[in-house]
């Protein structure tokens, strides 16, 4: 007898794919936007340069959730596609839930001025990004926002790649505290003269996680 959808979601859900897996599951169609974002990131020495560093672990962590319930997830389903964010996030994490770095393109049907990425999507990448970087370091693994701090310091341009940099600071039982500084990714050629030392942070974030005191039976 064949199981249910709802079933099949919950079996998904209990038993994702792996870091390693996520990373083959991704094939944009020739010739779209995506095939070319996705060949420029794969390309790119910043990230040639992190999986270098045998701490890190790359994955593609929007892929884990299942297939079937993406169309109604926002980072994940909504707002994927052309124009848009334009190909699954990377992300590089110690799994330990100390660090976290994470790279996703924004197109331009993100704005909230013409060229400029709307601050409430950025403020959500910075609420999920800081979710994903402290998970690992609570309890149960999962965490519902305290409290969620934005500084705007620039504008943040639409149609270029943007990198997430997270750090857990403190955990104290159910609690995670992290940072997190959003800017624009350089382009190879400033990337290896070092002009990244000459970028400023776009956005910055601070958020406090509490696990809810059911978690250990709720996703038992």
């Known amino acids: 007898m064949a199981a249910s959808p709802?079933?099949?979601?919950?079996?998904?859900?209990?038993?994702?794919?792996?870091?390693?897996?996520?990373?083959?599951?991704?094939?944009?169609?020739?010739d779209t936007q995506a095939a070319e974002v996705e060949a420029y990131i794969q390309r790119h020495p910043f990230v040639e340069h992190l999986r270098q560093n045998a701490t890190l672990r790359e994955s593609r962590p929007h892929l884990k959730i299942p297939e079937a319930v993406r169309s109604n997830t926002l980072t994940a389903g909504t707002l994927l596609g052309e124009d848009r964010i334009?190909?699954?996030?990377?992300?590089?994490?110690d799994g330990e839930g100390t660090e976290m770095i994470a790279l996703y393109y924004?197109?331009?049907s993100l704005c909230g001025h013409p060229g400029i990425v709307h601050g409430g999507l950025l403020a959500t990448l910075m609420?999920?990004?800081?979710?994903r970087c402290c998970f690992?370091?609570?309890?149960?693994k999962v965490g519902m926002t305290a409290s969620l701090k934005i500084d705007y310091r620039l504008p943040c341009k639409a149609e270029q790649?943007?990198?997430?940099?997270?750090?857990?600071?403190?955990?104290?039982g159910r609690k995670a505290w992290v940072v997190g500084k959003l800017?624009?990714?350089e382009s190879p050629e400033e990337w290896m003269e070092g002009e990244k030392a000459k970028i400023t942070n776009g956005v910055n974030g601070e958020r406090l996680f509490v696990e809810p005191k059911q978690a250990a039976v709720s996703w038992r």
């Open 161 to 172: 790649w943007v990198v997430l940099r997270a750090r857990t600071t403190k955990t104290e």
């Open 127 to 131: 609420d999920e990004g800081l979710a």
């Open 183 to 185: 800017m624009a990714l």
């Open 86 to 93: 334009a190909v699954p996030p990377i992300q590089f994490a």
């Open 6 to 30: 709802a079933a099949e979601n919950l079996k998904a859900f209990r038993d994702p794919p792996t870091d390693e897996e996520t990373l083959t599951l991704f094939h944009p169609a020739p």
């Open 136 to 140: 690992e370091s609570l309890p149960n």
């Open 106 to 108: 924004l197109g331009k």
